[in-house]
């Protein structure tokens, strides 16, 4: 076991990702640690270019970055009213990956569930215009995940995914 934001672990995570072909980074928050998922994100990205590895995929949420756009006005509001600081910490770990010089994708994901997976999904950029609905069960944004990952038309890019 690993604490991918300490530096002291760096060899740990190096060897972890040793061979890797993609890395998919979809760390939480933890209380009391001041961007952890930026931190966390910033040494995968270290270690993937220590390694070699080149395809990165990375899960923060909807309302990083510009992709509040993608949400319906209601929960836009309320998501940057509540949700303004852990929003910085996406912010900050999407600027880690599109500085990184990686095949990235960014992932966002809107509310997750438990429900069971229904096989299905809606994928949008930003440019597409839109908004995507309010949740998604974690076996499917696990299986688009998996199709990302083999998709190379989606390097470079951020994409919002919901039911």
Same mark, same amino acid.
């Given at each position: 076991? &690993?604490?991918?934001?300490?530096? &002291?672990?760096?060899?740990?995570?190096?060897?972890?990702?040793?061979?890797?072909?993609?890395?998919?980074?979809?760390?939480?928050?933890?209380?009391?640690?001041?961007?952890?998922?930026? &931190?966390?994100?910033?040494?995968?990205?270290?270690?993937?270019?220590?390694?070699?590895?080149?395809?990165?995929?990375? #899960?923060?949420? @909807?309302?990083?970055?510009?992709?509040?756009?993608?949400?319906?006005? @209601?929960?836009?509001?309320?998501?940057?009213?509540?949700?303004?600081?852990? $929003?910085?910490?996406?912010?900050? #770990?999407? #600027?880690?990956?599109?500085?990184?010089? $990686?095949?990235?994708?960014?992932?966002?994901?809107?509310?997750?569930?438990?429900? @069971?997976?229904?096989?299905?999904?809606?994928?949008?950029?930003?440019?597409?215009?839109?908004?995507?609905?309010?949740?998604? @069960?974690?076996?499917? $944004?696990?299986?688009?995940?998996?199709?990302?990952?083999?998709?190379?038309?989606?390097?470079?890019?951020?994409?919002?995914?919901?039911?």
């Amino acid at each position: 076991t &690993a604490d991918a934001s300490a530096p &002291a672990d760096s060899g740990t995570l190096r060897d972890a990702l040793a061979g890797a072909n993609a890395v998919v980074v979809t760390v939480g928050g933890a209380k009391g640690v001041h961007h952890q998922r930026a &931190a966390v994100t910033r040494s995968v990205i270290n270690a993937m270019k220590e390694t070699g590895a080149r395809r990165l995929i990375v #899960q923060p949420s @909807p309302g990083a970055g510009d992709s509040g756009a993608q949400m319906p006005a @209601p929960l836009r509001i309320l998501m940057f009213a509540l949700l303004a600081k852990p $929003l910085a910490d996406h912010d900050d #770990q999407e #600027q880690a990956v599109f500085g990184s010089g $990686l095949d990235w994708t960014v992932v966002r994901p809107t509310g997750l569930t438990n429900k @069971p997976a229904v096989g299905s999904w809606r994928v949008l950029e930003l440019s597409d215009g839109g908004t995507l609905g309010g949740s998604i @069960p974690r076996g499917d $944004l696990a299986a688009c995940i998996l199709d990302v990952i083999g998709d190379d038309s989606t390097i470079g890019k951020a994409l919002g995914v919901s039911s």
